[in-house]
């Protein structure tokens, strides 16, 4: 019973401790140059998120 709540409390801290880590652009100039062979679109995309990676069955929508 103890170890489990020892793992529960592990899982969550890491949780936590990974959640607060963020990507930062400083200015939205650097993504300006860049060149991209088509478009982006975050329409119709739900099937993606849910199985990003082709971890189960899907191809990725768009890798940013």
């Given amino acids: ?11 969550l801290l890491l949780l936590l401790a990974l ?8 200015d939205a100039g650097v993504l300006a140059p ?3 062979d088509g478009y982006l ?3 119709d995309v739900a099937a993606a998120a849910r ?3 082709n971890r189960c069955s899907l191809l990725p929508a768009a890798v940013l």
């Fill in 19 to 26: 959640g607060g880590v963020t990507m930062h652009v400083p």
């Fill in 51 to 53: 199985d990003f990676g």
């Fill in 34 to 36: 860049l060149r991209l």
């Fill in 1 to 11: 019973m103890v170890r489990v709540s020892v793992v529960c409390c592990l899982k």
């Fill in 41 to 43: 679109s975050f329409h």
